[in-house]
């Protein structure tokens, strides 16, 4: 069993532009619609994140 405090955090690719965003995730991390950020592309997208897999909402905003 993984101790929570030695857990290994990745940070997530923008699924526009696949650069590095600011938000951190870990592998039991589940977020629906979540309002992510690139400040890259800067644009804002929802995106759904499962056990470290993004999954893009269709519609991504200016």
Request: proline content about 5%; overall charge positive.
């Amino acid at each position: 069993m993984a101790n929570e405090c030695t857990a290994k955090s990745v940070w997530v690719n923008c699924p526009v532009c696949h650069n590095k965003t600011k938000t951190k995730i870990y592998q039991d991390t589940l977020a629906l619609r979540f309002p992510m950020y690139c400040p890259k592309c800067k644009k804002e997208m929802r995106v759904d994140i499962i056990r470290r897999k993004i999954y893009a909402c269709t519609k991504v905003y200016k």
